[in-house]
């Protein structure tokens, strides 16, 4: 089961290539998911929900980045195996496909997982903001609230 609060904490504090690392973190999180589902919903939905993951990191690419033409060609072929055995009734065949992909996207989070640590060891908190949690109270005992847009949240691989 996905800790949706850890994860929230973690994009709120994470730089440009962290955001990365934590993606492919939940794109694995729901495959794994997805070969353990015990019935075809539960399969479909994880699915589903690691090729919302896979679209995120086909649209952070910059194409004006010469290696992001072979991330797209990976990220592709990926979300085309997904699509596939997306609404397959051969368990077995769709098995063997999420294995392919785990196996594939492990060997890509190794890699952003190195580069993310040389980032962080020359930039001990990228380009993240501190998180700073709770509420004011005025005068009349109504709490107020700021929200921060940041607009600069993006990542570009």
């Keep these: 089961m996905i800790d949706k609060s850890a994860y929230m904490l973690r994009i709120s504090q994470a730089g440009p290539v962290q955001l990365v690392v934590i993606n492919f973190e939940l794109i694995l999180e729901f495959l794994q998911a997805a070969k353990s589902a015990e019935d075809s919903d539960s399969f479909i939905t994880h699915i589903q929900k690691a090729k919302n ?28 195996l997904l699509c596939d055995i997306h609404f397959t009734q051969d368990k077995g065949k769709a098995d063997a496909v999420v294995s392919e992909v785990i196996e594939l996207m492990e060997m890509l989070l190794k890699g ?3 580069t993310a ?14 998180v700073y949690a709770g509420l004011t109270y005025g005068r009349d005992g109504q709490a107020e609230e700021y929200i921060d847009d940041n607009e600069g949240r993006s990542f570009m691989a």
């Design 53 to 80: 993951g896979l679209e995120q990191l086909i649209q952070s690419l910059d194409f004006e980045v010469s290696v992001s033409g072979d991330f797209y060609e990976i990220y592709n072929y990926t979300y085309k």
């Design 112 to 114: 952003w997982r190195e």
């Design 117 to 130: 640590s040389k980032v962080t060891d020359e930039q001990p908190l990228g380009e993240a903001p501190r």
